[in-house]
């Protein structure tokens, strides 16, 4: 059964960083693609960041050139680096696979506030 647990998350100002976690256990992680997906209060879960076994990112227009979606396969571990945050994203953070291919159990997810 696969694992999911996100950390890293915490509470910032506008135009800080954090950089999120998450640790895979379960699975093979390294052969899959896989992304950062987050959920605002009263809004449906939308995908951020998506990078594949081979290391090649794609992000959601709303946070290119601030966030960087990485992996370490040796760790069983994907990141997001956040950079320049701003308060429309405040959100939980969850990693999963890429859509269509999501593990069915997802992680707890790590909150995001950005906040003055």
């Known amino acids: 059964q696969v694992q999911l647990v996100e950390s890293g998350g915490g509470s910032v100002q506008p135009g800080r960083s954090l950089r999120l976690s998450c640790a895979v256990s379960g699975s093979i992680f390294s052969i899959y693609a896989m992304a950062w997906y987050r959920q605002a209060p009263g809004k449906q879960r939308e995908l951020v960041a998506t990078?594949?076994?081979?290391?090649?990112?794609n992000y959601a227009d709303s946070v290119t050139g601030r966030f960087t979606i990485s992996r370490d396969n040796a760790k069983n571990t994907v990141y997001l680096q956040m950079n320049s945050l701003k308060p429309e994203d405040t959100a939980v953070y969850y990693c999963?696979?890429?859509?269509?291919?999501?593990?069915?159990?997802w992680g707890q997810g790590t909150q995001v506030i950005v906040s003055s």
């Open positions: 990078i594949t076994s081979g290391g090649s990112t």
């Open positions: 999963n696979r890429i859509p269509g291919r999501s593990w069915r159990d």
